[in-house]
């Protein structure tokens, strides 16, 4: 099992998530993340640039993490988000939809 990821908040607001998040991971994550939620219309951006999916379920977690925060109506914006991610947010639609924002995803290096 990973390390518990980590959570700060920057003076901008954004949320700055990092470590590792594997399947036992994302329930803790998503209750720590239930602070997010705002006001409708508020806006949340997570940085996800030194965050790392270990596996599918992590992937689906952040997935469902991010449709929450926009049930509640706030517009959210996700940067430098893993390959993974941000191709399971294209190829079920998320993308398409009003109030989510994909900026600079990563581009994952080939093993080697």
Not at 13 to 36: F, I, K, M, W, Y
Not at 91 to 98: A, T
Request: aromatic share 2%; hydrophobic share 45%; proline share 4%.
């Amino acid at each position: 099992m990973a390390e518990p990821v980590a959570l700060y908040r920057v003076a901008d607001g954004t949320v700055h998530l990092h470590g590792e998040l594997d399947a036992a991971g994302v329930p803790a994550l998503n209750a720590r993340l239930q602070s997010l939620r705002g006001e409708e219309g508020a806006e949340c951006t997570l940085e996800l640039d030194e965050l790392e999916l270990l596996d599918a379920a992590a992937v689906i977690g952040m997935l469902e993490l991010i449709r929450g925060l926009m049930a509640d109506k706030m517009h959210v914006t996700v940067l430098h988000a893993p390959q993974t991610l941000a191709h399971t947010l294209y190829r079920v639609g998320e993308l398409e939809r009003h109030g989510l924002r994909l900026i600079d995803p990563r581009e994952e290096e080939p093993y080697g």
